[in-house]
């Protein structure tokens, strides 16, 4: 049977999205970014993540898979995005 960790993930101000999801998932399978498998533009337009988020005024939600897990980007209502990973490791 698959298990599932749930993890969150709050941004730095300066930090692109895309970033924060290779971060967030790292630290979701307990790896360190530089020496972690997955890479982000393998399976992602890093540029149309970066960009979907980066005015900070649209209040939207934003999954998609990727390296056993399911990531889920919320915005609030002010734009701050807070990433939620789903491992399935």
Do not use: C
């Not at 999801?21 to 498998?37: G, R």
């Not at 890093?46 to 999954?63: C, I, P, S, V, Y």
């Not at 998609?64 to 990531?71: K, L, N, S, V, Y």
């Amino acid at each position: 049977m698959e298990r599932t960790q749930e993890f969150y993930y709050e941004p730095d101000e300066d930090e692109t999205l895309s970033l924060a999801v290779v971060s967030a998932v790292a630290e979701a399978h307990d790896e360190d970014v530089i020496e972690q498998e997955w890479r982000i533009s393998e399976d992602i337009n890093t540029d149309a993540l970066d960009g979907l988020f980066q005015e900070h005024n649209l209040k939207m939600t934003l999954q998609f898979e990727a390296d056993t897990t399911t990531a889920t980007i919320v915005a609030d209502n002010n734009g701050n995005p807070m990433i939620k990973i789903e491992s399935h490791r």
